[in-house]
């Protein structure tokens, strides 16, 4: 059971510049104050539990865990609610001002969705690029991983394709990690790398994702080559993990 007054430390902050807003670890949205800082509370429950009220989306259950956390290099603040059988993620990301003279959009917006739809909607993706793309670029780089090995001092760099190859499969829905055991000659090796091919492989691959998303039908496929750049520029040292278990780590 949540507690009746959480630590102040066990809350997120969004905001606009103009004000801002609490979100408790458990999914609360407790303290916020429209439309200025300096303007009375709408949710107020931090300081008064009765009657202070609040805003709160949570699974309808009393077994879910949450773990909150911002998104990389972002303000998008994210709670996660896990059950035994699944789990439940809320985005919740305080508009921006929309410019002079104008009133911020209400502060929060969270968006929850179950895992069986992210995932339908991740293989669907993986399918088409695989159809029209994934094969044939996957073949391509495990060629070039044989010849890197038959080569010998390669090596490194054949192990590196065969990485790229199996990602470029099915890209949706993975991500990179780095390995905690890398060491400085993953760092040299991948120097080298972005040297001999790795620019000019990430560039490929931004110059046909844009194009693929000129299209409009083919914004599927540019989403993905986006996705592969970063694997492209450094393959060594890292290691390919589910998406989501880099965000609940993170929590």
Same mark, same amino acid.
């Given at each position: 059971?949540?507690?009746?007054?959480?630590n102040?430390?066990?809350?997120?902050?969004?905001g606009?510049?103009q004000t801002?807003a609490?979100v408790s670890?458990?999914?609360?949205?407790d303290w916020f104050?429209?439309p200025?800082?300096d303007?009375p =509370?709408?949710?107020? =429950?931090?300081?008064d539990?009765?009657?202070?009220g609040?805003?709160r989306?949570?699974?309808?259950?009393d077994?879910s865990?949450s773990r909150?956390?911002?998104l990389?290099d972002t303000?998008?603040?994210?709670?996660?609610f896990?059950?035994?059988?699944?789990?439940?993620r809320g985005?919740r990301?305080?508009?921006g001002?929309?410019?002079r003279?104008d009133?911020?959009?209400?502060?929060?917006?969270?968006h929850p969705?179950g895992p069986?739809?992210? /995932?339908?909607?991740r293989?669907?993706?993986?399918?088409?690029w695989?159809i029209?793309?994934?094969?044939?670029m996957?073949i391509?780089y495990?060629?070039a991983?044989?010849?890197a090995f038959?080569?010998?001092? /390669?090596?490194?760099?054949g192990i590196a394709?065969?990485r790229?190859?199996g990602?470029v499969?099915?890209?949706?829905?993975r991500t990179?990690?780095?390995?905690? /055991?890398?060491?400085?000659?993953s760092?040299?090796?991948?120097v080298?790398w972005i040297?001999?091919f790795?620019?000019?492989l990430?560039?490929?691959?931004?110059?046909s994702?844009?194009?693929?998303?000129? /299209?409009i039908?083919?914004?599927p496929?540019?989403?993905? =080559?986006?996705?592969i750049?970063?694997?492209?520029l450094?393959?060594?040292g890292?290691?390919?993990v589910?998406?989501? =278990?880099?965000y609940a780590?993170a929590?």
């Amino acid at each position: 059971m949540a507690a009746r007054y959480p630590n102040i430390g066990d809350h997120g902050l969004i905001g606009d510049l103009q004000t801002a807003a609490l979100v408790s670890t458990d999914g609360v949205l407790d303290w916020f104050c429209c439309p200025r800082f300096d303007s009375p =509370s709408v949710f107020a =429950s931090l300081l008064d539990a009765d009657q202070g009220g609040f805003y709160r989306i949570v699974p309808d259950r009393d077994d879910s865990v949450s773990r909150q956390l911002y998104l990389p290099d972002t303000a998008i603040l994210v709670t996660r609610f896990m059950t035994p059988d699944g789990g439940r993620r809320g985005a919740r990301l305080h508009a921006g001002h929309r410019g002079r003279g104008d009133r911020p959009a209400p502060a929060g917006a969270e968006h929850p969705r179950g895992p069986e739809g992210g /995932t339908m909607l991740r293989v669907i993706l993986n399918v088409i690029w695989l159809i029209f793309e994934g094969l044939w670029m996957a073949i391509a780089y495990a060629l070039a991983g044989l010849l890197a090995f038959i080569l010998i001092i /390669t090596i490194p760099f054949g192990i590196a394709a065969f990485r790229i190859a199996g990602y470029v499969l099915w890209p949706f829905g993975r991500t990179i990690d780095r390995r905690p /055991t890398a060491g400085v000659a993953s760092v040299i090796g991948n120097v080298i790398w972005i040297i001999l091919f790795g620019w000019w492989l990430a560039l490929g691959h931004l110059v046909s994702g844009v194009l693929l998303c000129l /299209t409009i039908i083919g914004i599927p496929l540019g989403l993905a =080559s986006f996705k592969i750049i970063p694997i492209t520029l450094v393959p060594l040292g890292v290691r390919i993990v589910p998406a989501d =278990s880099v965000y609940a780590n993170a929590a």
